[in-house]
């Protein structure tokens, strides 16, 4: 059975500071992929990041950065200088061999001005 | 606009009551999902097509629910009798052929409100 958990349901911050999603995912498969999206207000889910089993390296992109350890099956995300247009509701999702995009509940980030 | 949209954005219907919801993916996309996603929650897949085939269907989809993608361009989503349970926001995605670790495009969604 796989399983994504997004302990933290809703989140607050102040505009400019950083702040960390977390993502704790459970498979027996290992060949998997990881994601994160946003959903904003609109509705529409939007694509941040696909990462697969094998790449433990960290990325980087703008103010997002991502941090992938195998060793604690965590797959966190952390938007520094967070701005107001950063409020939405994010989620992470696993793909397996044997199944389509599983999400996790999502964590709602509103970042105050 | 190129990107997957979907038709209405919202229904409210009473309970027993059929409705079909339209779903038009990117264009060169083979693949197209159908989720659905209820307050608090994240999404969970109900169906999707290759092309015209429907290949998975998960349990969530009950037999009151049927998904159609006839010339493996748009698809519909039909829920017959509906309950209140049914209530919630369908969303439709859609990717280039590939495997499942594709990354997916998805719409605004259908918000269904069952009364």
């Known amino acids: 059975a796989q399983k994504v958990t997004q302990a933290q349901t809703e989140i607050s911050v102040v505009e400019k500071e950083d702040v960390t999603l977390d993502c704790v995912y459970e498979?027996?498969?290992?060949?998997?992929?990881l994601f994160w999206y946003k959903q904003p207000p609109s509705g529409e889910l939007v694509f941040l990041i696909r990462?697969?089993?094998?790449?433990?390296q960290n990325e980087i992109s703008g103010r997002y950065s991502w941090n992938f350890q195998k060793s604690t099956s965590s797959f966190n995300f952390t938007i520094t200088a967070s701005q107001v247009v950063d409020s939405a509701v994010y989620f992470c999702?696993?793909?397996?061999?044997?199944?389509?995009?599983?999400f996790g509940t999502g964590t709602r980030l509103t970042v105050i001005p | 606009d190129t990107g997957v949209s979907q038709d209405p954005r919202h229904k409210i219907t009473k309970r027993g009551q059929n409705v079909t919801f339209r779903c038009d993916p990117i264009?060169?996309?083979?693949?197209l999902y159908w989720y659905r996603q209820t307050l608090g929650q994240g999404p969970e897949f109900l169906t999707y097509?290759?092309?015209?085939?429907?290949?998975?269907k998960s349990r969530l989809l009950s037999d009151r629910f049927s998904a159609e993608r006839p010339k493996g361009s748009f698809s519909t989503l039909e829920i017959q009798r509906t309950e209140q349970g049914d209530s919630a926001m369908y969303l439709c995605?859609?990717?280039?052929?590939?495997?499942?670790?594709?990354?997916?495009?998805f719409g605004s969604g259908t918000q269904l409100s069952v009364l």
């Open positions: 990462r697969n089993s094998f790449d433990e």
């Open positions: 097509f290759q092309n015209e085939a429907q290949l998975e």
């Open positions: 995605a859609s990717s280039l052929s590939g495997g499942r670790n594709e990354k997916l495009f």
């Open positions: 264009s060169e996309h083979n693949r």
């Open positions: 999702a696993l793909v397996t061999g044997a199944n389509n995009l599983f």
């Open positions: 498979t027996r498969d290992t060949t998997y992929y």
